[in-house]
C-alpha cells in the first residue's frame, strides 16, 4: 500500500535552543519503523526521475523498496553499488535539487525524504557487527592518490578493491578533506567519515598524512618511486576574500580558518590546545553551506548575534534547504539584499562593525541569477565584533604550478578529458580540483569515474 | 610519528631538536619552515628549519619557549616522538647575487639568521652579521654565527656582553661605514620594522621573515595573510620572507596578539626587544 501523505516522516532533531548551544548532530535519523512509513511513500515510477537526478545514478526506488520490505542490508548493498558513502551523502548532498527535486511525489506536496532514507540505511549498517573486510589479492601494481577528501577517499576505494596497491598522500595531519575540516561535527559526525577511512584501510589503502605534494614530494617524484599512474583530488581550498577596506582588522576571518580551528583542532572542546575567540555579534557573508555552516558554528560558541549578510535574495541562496532552514531556527538573522562595503576597526585594529549597503535584483546575469545592484544612500552599520568571510574558494595553485605538463584553466581548475585524465599522461584528476568548489557527491562520482579510467590505462599499459 | 634523535638547550628559553624527517630533509632551503604538532590534542605552530642534513635525514629546529606548546616541546627528550612534522613550508630566501650583506638577529631571531648568514658565507658572500639579546645569559650560537661571519657584532640591551644598546645602533654605524647590498633581519617585529626604517633611506634591499599566526601552512586558511606593498599576501605560501620596507608591520603586530587572552601566557618574542 502507498503512504499517500503528502509530507515526508519528520525526522526527529534536537530542539532548536537546545542543539544551537552544543556540537553534536542536529538531525537524529530515523528509525527503523519511521524509515519503513517514509519508504512506503514511494511510487516506483516507471522512469525513475529521481535517479536521473542522481549525480551517481543510485537505484533509488529499488532501495527504498527494500526499506519497505525491512530488508536494511539489501538497501544499504543497493547504494553501495554506486556509491561510496551513503552515511555521508545522505547528509549532506543538496538533495532538493538531485534526487529529491525529481521526485513526482514532489508536485503535490513534499518529495519522498530519499536522502534521510539513504541516512537510515547506511546508519543501520554502521550498527551491525563489522563483516571481516578481507584485503582484496593485490595486483602489485602502485597507484598514487593527493588527497583524502570525498574524491580521493573514492578513487582510492575503487582502486583498492580491483587490486591496486593504493598509497593517499594527504597534507593535513588528519584524513577526509572537507568532510573533516569544513563541514562541523553537528552536521556530519567525523565518527562517521573515520569509520568509512578504517574502512580504507582494512581493504590496504594506506594513508601518508602530513604530505603537502608539491613541496615534499612533486608529482613527478612520486611518478619516479614507482607509482604507475596518479589520481589528483586536492579540492578546491584557497579562500577568497572581498577586497574591501578593514579585511586585514584583527577578527576577521575566512570560513576555512574559522571552521578549520573548530572541526579539524577541536579549539571549541576542553584539552585541545588551539585556541579560538568567542564573540558577541558576527557577520556571516555569504548564501552558501560554509556560510551556514560557519554561522551556526559563532552561534554555538555564544555569540548573542549571528548574521548572515547575503548580497542576493533567499531564492538565489547556494546553501541546501534544510540548512537554510536549520540556521534560522537557531536564531541566526539573515540579512539578505545587502552587501558588506568595509570593516570598521577601533583603534586597536579589532572589528567593531561592518558597513553594508542594502541591494535590489537587477538583470540577471552571466550565472542566470539576477544581478544584486546597490541602493545609493542605504548605507548602515552593522555592530559585530567578528567577521567571517564565507565568498567562495578556489584550487590551491601548489600543485599545477609543480607539475611540468599539467594544464589548468583560467579559474585555476586542471583541465581533464572525460575519462578524468588531465594532459599529462597517466595523471588523473577530479573532484573540487577540477570543478571548483562543488559538492561531496561530484566529487565521490568524479574519484569513481577516475578509478576505472586509471584501471583501463593501467590494464592497457602494462 | 617524527623522532627527536637530539636535544640541546641554548639558554634558559631556547632549544635546538634535531628530528628524524627524511623526506622534508631531501627537500629544504634555506628560509623555509615546517608546521609541527606534538600529539592528538595539540595545535599546529611553525617552526623555520635552522639546519638540515640530507644524508642523515634530519632536521633540526631551534625554538623559544613562549606559550603552551613550546614549553611542552621543551619537555620532551630524544627518543621521544611528535605526532606531525610537516614541511618544507613557505618558499626558499631568494637571496639574489649580492656582494656583501648584513645579516642580523634579535633573540631566538639569531636561530633563524644564522642559517641565513651561513647560505650567503657559503655562496660567497662577505656578511657582517649583527646579533641582539636582551642580556649575557640568553646569547646563542655566537660561535656558530662567528664562523660564517666577517664580523659578528653583538649588543644587549643592557650592555652585559657585547655592545650596550640595540641592533640598529650597530646598523646605523655599519651603513655609514660600509656599503651593503643585501640586508636580512629576523627578529621580533619591532626590530625588524625599525631595521627597514634604517636600512630604507641608504637604498638597501632588505628581507625580514615574517612570523604570522598560522595554521595548515598551504594557503588554505587565510589566517596567516599579511599586507605588503598594499597588497594582502599569505606568508605561508608567498614568504614568511617579504620586502622589509613594504610590510603593514602594524597590522601584523595587532593580528599576531589576538589569541594573546585564550593564550594566557604574555611572554612573546618582542618581549625581548623594545624600541
Ligand atoms: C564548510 C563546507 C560545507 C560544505 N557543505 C556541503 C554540503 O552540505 N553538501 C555538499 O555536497 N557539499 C558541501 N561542501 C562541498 C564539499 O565538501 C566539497 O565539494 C568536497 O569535499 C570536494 O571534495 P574533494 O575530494 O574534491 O576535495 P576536498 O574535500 O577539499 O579534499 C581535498 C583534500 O586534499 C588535500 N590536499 C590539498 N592540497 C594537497 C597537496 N598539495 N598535497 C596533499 N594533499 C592536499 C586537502 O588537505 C584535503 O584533505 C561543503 C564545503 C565546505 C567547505
Ligand atoms: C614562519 C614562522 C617561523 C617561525 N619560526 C620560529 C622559530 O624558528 N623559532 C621560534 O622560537 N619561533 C618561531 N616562530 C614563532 C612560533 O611559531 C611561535 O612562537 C609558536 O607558535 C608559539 O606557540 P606556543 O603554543 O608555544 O605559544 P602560544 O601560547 O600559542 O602563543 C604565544 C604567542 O605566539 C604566537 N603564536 C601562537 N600560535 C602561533 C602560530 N600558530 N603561528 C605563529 N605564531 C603563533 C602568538 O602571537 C602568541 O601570542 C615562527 C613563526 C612563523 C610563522
Ligand atoms: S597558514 Fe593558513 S593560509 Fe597560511
Redesign the interface.
Known sequence: MTNMAQTKVPMPEQAPDVRNRNFEEVALGYTADLAMEEATRCLHCKNSPCVSGCPVNVQIPDFIALIAAGDFAGAYAKIRETSALPAVCGRVCPQESQCEGKCVRGIKGEPVAIGRLERFAADWQMQQPPVDAQPPVSNGIRVAVIGAGPSGLTCAGDLARLGYEVTIFE???TAGGVLVYGIPEFRLPKEIVRREIEGLKAMGVKIQ????IG???SVDEIIEMGYRAVFIGSGA???Q?LGIPG??A??V??A??FL??INL??AYLD???????RSRAVAVVGGGNVAMDAARSAKRLGAEQVYIVYRRSEAEMPARKEEVHHAKEEGIEFRLLNNPKRILADE???VCGMECVEMELGEPDASGRRRPVEKPGSEFVLDVDSVILAVGTSP???IRSTTPGIEANRRGCLVVDESMQTTKPGVYAGGDAVTGAATVILAMGAGKTAAASIDAYLQQNN | MYRILDKRRLNDQVVQMTVDAP??AR?VQAGQFIIL?IDE????IPLTVADFDRAAGTVTIIFQTVG??TQRLATFEPGDEI???????GRPTEFGAPKKAVVIGGGVGCAIAYPQAKALHEMGVSVDMIAGFRSKDIVILEPEMRAVSNHLYLTTDDGSYGEKGFVTDVLKRLLTEESYDLCIAIGPIPMMKFVSKTTEPAGVKTLVSLNPIM?????????C?V?VGGE?KFAC?DGPDFDGHLV?Y??LM??N???RD??AHACRLEAQIHD
Not at chain 1, 584539552?271 to 575567540?277: C, H, L, M, Q, S
Not at chain 2, 590534542?41 to 599546529?44: A, F, K, L, P
Not at chain 2, 595554521?215 to 589566517?223: K, P, R, V, Y
Open positions: 597534507a593535513f595531519h598524512t602530513d604530505m603537502v613541496k615534499v614530494l581550498g584557497l579562500p576574500f579585511e586585514g584583527v577578527g576571518y575566512s576555512n580558518e578549520t580551528r583542532m577541536k584539552g585541545y590546545d588551539t585556541p579560538i575567540k586597536n585594529g579589532r590551491n595553485p601548489l | 623526506f622534508i627537500k604538532r590534542r595539540g595545535e599546529r603552551a606548546t605526532a606531525d612534522f610537516v614541511g618544507p613550508l595554521i595548515d601552512g598551504t594557503g588554505m586558511c587565510g589566517g595573510r599586507t594582502v605560501v603593514d602594524d597590522e595587532r593580528r596578539s589576538f589569541y585564550e593564550e
